[in-house]
């Protein structure tokens, strides 16, 4: 089995440009870079799920989610980077080398050895659980409103969320749908300033102001949702035909519960720079990062988790 | 997108699903879908190794509404398998190559 100066878990900014980094300091990496999803658990990360993104440094003009993540991921091929479409089915970080295995390599052998491990296996977007949510999935109910938007042509349809993505998604879709409505249980928005002036000043935009989603109707494809409202109790259904839901992110740690210190909300713990509890595993991007979850912070924790292993791998050669 | 695979649109989609001897496994996919160009590779490779047990086409619902609109594609990447003629099995959302080839090998 072949041993690597350096694995890195996760393709999106973060784990795509520790492979930048790493690759120009010629270690070799191999990018372990997921598999295809309709969630945000894929090679290139939740970017690949959006249209244009308007806040990354050197695009006046914007940059499509997809692009970007090609063109990054094209960057670390030219240094040298090694990319596997595969996930990560386990890891062994008790002993050094680490081990890892994959879909691909199987259960019974690890597929590599590494010396130095970077995780940047993201987040992923929650669901809601309800009843009926698994079965209209694909029918109705979507994850992806970049990929699904266009079925819903002059169709009245509903987003469930309150922050910066649910409104995101909500003004994407009003290029589509007649009417969308924004399910939010609250009587005011998480998100930014800037996305919720777009909201409001949209005719197309609709609120629902203090409503959980109960759960979806439908038999072979969306007919309405149920909504509860949180003041009185009382209950609706909602004559909708699509159900976008874009309530938030958990991040993609269960791999290492038990090896790597988690925080509550299961983020991996990181203490002044990218180190994890375990000397030689290094974390970045959003499976560490709670507070800010921007493609450019993402970025930048893997700039730091390249720098970091660099250190590591320099200091752990020349103590012998 | 550049493709191996065979594309079928509304116009020859019909004729195409009689004439083939092998099931059809149509992807239904557009220029402006992130994960349907992540399966692209996926697909191409399972279409290589199957050679002769199955034929992988895609039909982009951008250019070809009708089709996507009569199998009722409500989400893309959605891949339909037809034997005979009639859809035998449905695949909603992109998957690995481990879990595409394990849903699709009962049907095979």
């Known amino acids: ?320 | 997108m550049a493709s191996e695979l065979r594309e079928l649109n509304d116009a020859t989609f019909d004729e195409h699903l009689v004439a083939t001897d092998v099931p059809v496994l149509v992807d239904f996919w557009a220029e402006w879908c992130g994960p349907c160009k992540k399966l692209q590779p996926v697909l191409e490779e399972i279409a290589r190794e199957q050679t002769g047990k199955i034929e992988v086409t895609k039909v982009n619902v951008d250019d070809s509404l009708e089709i996507a609109r009569r199998y009722e594609v409500l989400s893309i990447p959605t891949l339909i398998l037809f034997k005979d003629g009639n859809p035998a099995v449905r695949i909603v959302g992109a998957k690995g190559k481990a879990r595409l080839v394990e849903d699709l090998a009962p049907y095979l």
């Not at chain 1, 596997?84 to 890892?100: E, G, H, I, Q």
Request: net charge negative; charged share 20%; hydrophobic share 40%.
């Open chain 1, 1 to 320: 089995m072949e041993t690597r100066d350096v694995v890195i878990l996760g393709s999106g900014p973060a784990g795509l440009t520790a492979a930048v980094y790493t690759a120009r300091a010629d270690l070799r990496p191999l990018v372990i870079e997921g598999e295809p999803s309709s969630t945000s658990d894929q090679p290139g990360g939740q970017l690949m799920l959006t249209t244009e993104v308007e806040n990354f440094p050197g695009f006046p003009d914007g940059v499509q989610g997809p692009e970007l993540m090609e063109a990054i991921r094209g960057q670390a091929k030219r240094f040298g980077a090694d990319l596997v479409t595969t996930r990560a089915t386990r890891v062994d970080l008790a002993s050094w080398p680490f081990r890892v295995w994959t879909a691909q390599g199987g259960d019974a052998e690890p597929a590599v050895e590494t010396k130095a491990l970077i995780v940047a296996t993201g987040a992923q977007s929650l669901m809601l659980g309800l009843p009926n949510e698994g079965r209209l999935l694909g029918y109705g109910v979507s994850t992806c409103a970049t990929c699904d938007g266009f079925f819903f042509r002059d169709q009245d349809i509903a987003v469930v969320g309150g922050g910066d993505s649910a409104v995101e998604e909500a003004l994407f879709l009003t290029k589509f749908a007649r009417t969308v409505t924004i399910i939010h249980r609250r009587d005011a928005l998480r998100a930014s300033k800037i996305m919720q002036d777009r909201a409001f000043a949209n005719d197309r935009v609709k609120m629902r102001w203090n409503a959980v989603v109960e759960d979806v109707i439908g038999d072979n494809k969306v007919t309405g949702v149920r909504v509860r409202d949180t003041t009185d109790g009382s209950e609706e259904v909602l004559p909708v035909t699509g159900l976008f839901v874009a309530i938030g992110h958990e991040p993609n740690s269960s791999l290492f519960t038990g090896q790597l210190d988690l925080d509550a909300a299961g983020y991996i713990q990181t203490a002044g720079s990218s180190a994890t509890n375990v000397a030689g595993v290094f974390a970045c991007g959003d499976v560490q990062d709670h507070v800010y979850r921007q493609a450019i912070t993402a970025a930048g924790s893997g700039c730091m988790a390249a720098i970091d292993v660099e250190r590591w791998l320099d200091h752990r050669a020349h103590a012998g």
